[in-house]
């Protein structure tokens, strides 16, 4: 079992930057990857980025060039760095990790904001 517990989020104007974290615990070791979703309301939760054991990277087409996911194996966090936010990145993100036997595991979701 995971638990993943996402922080960061808020209230940002356009152009604006927010780094987001997520804290993993418990059996973290069997993670695979890690990475961050966004919904908003009345929308499926969709793909932001995310990033493998071994560090390989993958990203939306509408972040690339904007954010940055990373990770730190030794605090068992994984991170979202946005940059240039815009209007329409406002949603709630999650975390999420891949764990052993095709498990998923969430967080409870941080809600960022983008203001005009």
């Known amino acids: 079992q995971v638990q993943l517990v996402e922080s960061g989020g808020g209230l940002v104007q356009v152009g604006g930057s927010l780094r987001l974290a997520c804290t993993a615990s418990?059996?973290?070791?069997?993670?695979?990857?890690l990475g961050w979703y966004r919904q908003t309301p009345g929308k499926q939760r969709e793909f932001v980025a995310d990033?493998?054991?071994?560090?390989?990277?993958n990203y939306a087409d509408s972040v690339k060039g904007r954010f940055t996911i990373s990770r730190d194996n030794d605090k068992n966090r994984v991170y979202l760095q946005m940059n240039s936010l815009k209007t329409e990145d406002t949603a709630v993100y999650y975390c999420?990790?891949?764990?052993?036997?095709?498990?998923?595991?969430w967080g409870q979701g941080t809600q960022v904001t983008v203001s005009s």
């Open positions: 999420r990790a891949n764990w052993d036997w095709g498990r998923l595991f």
């Open positions: 418990g059996s973290t070791g069997r993670i695979n990857r």
């Open positions: 990033i493998t054991s071994g560090t390989r990277t």
